[in-house]
DNA sequence: AAGGACCTCAACCGCCGGAGA
DNA sequence: CTCTCCGGCGGTTGAGGTCCT
């Protein structure tokens, strides 16, 4: 048996509430506050609500130093880097937002923020060992992270025969974010999603994306681009991804369920930024976590800069 | 102009944990 | 220690608005 509830649900009203009972509610709360009880309050303030719709009408609506309107790029950032941190403890992530509650951000979040992520243009491009290597720097973003290694001579570090591949985030002249990890390999976030990377995961990708038939050579510089943007879609689906093994890079619609050679999957329906990456030669944790990781050679791109493409 | 699809967000639901009896 | 009550929270719903065909 439930719990028993917490009003007499035949007889209070429901549904949005009218200018009369906020003018109720407002009053009642800003001359003689809560009390403490908000199930006893609608009886003393003469409204037939139950004490939770009266809270919540307050707490997200009425209460003086709520923010109305959108929100701004600052508030965005804010949200994609709490959201990374804790995952949807909305409540939490609002308290760093002021005027801004729990409902709003989940909301916006929900609605809006999510797909916006998800519309930018994720780019892996590859260039061949011949081209024409970016001067590098350390992410600002990432300078805190002591795991990160920079490439300040070679750009293609020497591999440790005994270690995992390492991916190394630079900075070229234009805080274009590039990722090497082998002697043969760059992969340039032109724009960058937003997540977790493992050594494994950017080896398997260096290795599968030069063995892709679906490299699609779109400029004249023999650089191959692979490009998992969404335009020219009227819609973004909630879950979009990647799925790559040791033959081909597709689209998973176009992957048999059953194919057992899949290497790993990247799911950009965030989860994100918890489902990124996982499978046999890859691992799955979370970006709060990593630092007491057994990889350290794990990179956290959660702050990494976005830049328009 | 009409109607269906899609989007937004206020409101509700039910679970959980803390406080107090 | 157990039970009850209540506030708080995240997930979900659905009415109303907007966009698209």
Partial sequence: MGRAPCCDKANVKRGPWSPEEDATLKNYVETHGTGGNWIALPKKAGLRRCGKSCRLRWLNYLRPDIKHGGFTEEEDNIICTLYAQMGSRWSAIASKL????????????????????????????TLTHNDTLPSTSTPSSLTNNQNVKTSQNSPF???????????????????????????????????THHGLYSPQVMDDVVSQ?????????????????LSLSQEGSS????????????????????Q?????????LMDFGFGFPFDFANGPNCHYERVGEFATSSYPEWVDFSYADIKPH
């Fill in 235 to 254: 819609s973004i689906s909630d879950s979009s991804s990647i799925a790559m093994n040791n033959n081909n890079v597709s689209h998973p619609e176009q």
């Fill in 157 to 191: 570090p020497s591999q440790n025969q005994n270690s995992p591949p390492s991916v190394l985030p630079v900075l070229d002249a234009n805080n274009a974010l590039f990722i090497t990890n082998n002697e043969k390999s760059i992969i340039s976030f032109d724009q």
């Fill in 209 to 225: 994306i030069g063995a892709s038939s679906r490299i699609i050579n779109n400029n004249n510089n023999n650089n191959p681009m």
């Fill in 256 to 264: 048999h369920a059953s194919d057992e050679s899949m290497e790993m």
């Fill in 98 to 125: 002021p005027g801004r509650t729990d409902n709003d951000v989940k909301n916006y979040w929900n609605t809006k923020l999510k797909k916006k992520i998800m519309a930018r243009k994720v780019t892996l491009k």
